[in-house]
């Protein structure tokens, strides 16, 4: 993430730059650098500082919004960031967002609006697992994955290795004993973070989903089945939520491999 972390340095330098050399008086200098602290647009204030604080830009949740906000909402946040995240959008609001934005992709899976990294594969930081219990929870193990893979992460995925085949897990197990941290989402009884944690090392997170039957409650049954695992080093969040996990997912191994 250091290229988007100098992106915004370099506008607050080239600010302060242009107000030694008296190419712009104190009020605009002001202005600017309150207009990088929030940017008020009416129905919504960008947090462009979040980007110094967090090293990620603020994301745009599309539930919710008009794609006319998400646009403007979306243009304001690349002035500052080279990177853009909408979750919970549609194949619609992509459309027309594209007309905008040109480089941007659309993650159908996660219904994910996203800016490619201009980054080679090869410099990723290895050490992330996406796990997911079946097939119907790969648009939350997706929203994770992407979210990872924008803070600089090559991410491995392994889904569909649910406990009703455990055989399919363990096939996988040289894979999960080197990562570096695991996100494991499952929906139903939401028991396969604990059977991932029992034989490896590092932490995981859980991410119940809202797949399943009636008694599944819309996610709440391996929600708390994962808060009440016996298996020591699981952390869970809340129900589908994928962007949470990834994000904390990113942060961890970002730290593990700093040099």
Do not use: W
Request: net charge positive; with cysteine; proline share 3%.
């Amino acid at each position: 993430m250091d290229k988007e972390k100098s992106s915004i340095h370099k506008i607050i330098e080239g600010l302060l730059d242009q107000y030694t050399k008296e190419k712009i008086d104190k009020e605009s200098f002001v202005s600017r650098i309150k207009e990088i602290y929030f940017e008020d647009i009416g129905f919504a204030k960008v947090d462009h500082h979040r980007q110094l604080r967090k090293n990620f830009p603020e994301v745009i949740y599309g539930k919710g919004k008009t794609t006319e906000q998400i646009i403007k909402i979306s243009k304001k946040i690349l002035k500052y960031s080279p990177l853009l995240l909408v979750t919970r959008t549609t194949a619609e609001t992509y459309k027309q967002l594209k007309k905008e934005i040109k480089n941007i992709e659309f993650n159908s899976e996660a219904n994910l609006i996203f800016t490619p990294l201009d980054i080679s594969e090869d410099k990723l930081k290895e050490g992330i697992t996406v796990v997911c219990a079946g097939t119907s929870d790969i648009p939350v193990a997706e929203e994770a994955a992407v979210v990872c893979y924008l803070m600089g992460n090559k991410v491995k995925r392994i889904y569909d290795v649910g406990i009703a085949g455990i055989h399919r897990l363990l096939r996988y197990r040289e894979d999960l004993e080197k990562s570096n941290v695991i996100i494991v989402a499952a929906g139903m009884e939401g028991a396969l973070p604990g059977v991932v944690s029992s034989f490896v090392s590092c932490p995981i997170i859980g991410v119940p989903t809202s797949v399943g039957y009636g008694a599944n409650f819309s996610g709440v049954s391996p929600l708390l089945t994962m808060l009440n695992a016996c298996s020591p080093g699981i952390v869970v969040v809340n129900i589908d939520n994928g962007f949470g996990a990834g994000y904390t997912a990113g942060v961890i191994n970002n730290r593990i491999c700093i040099k």
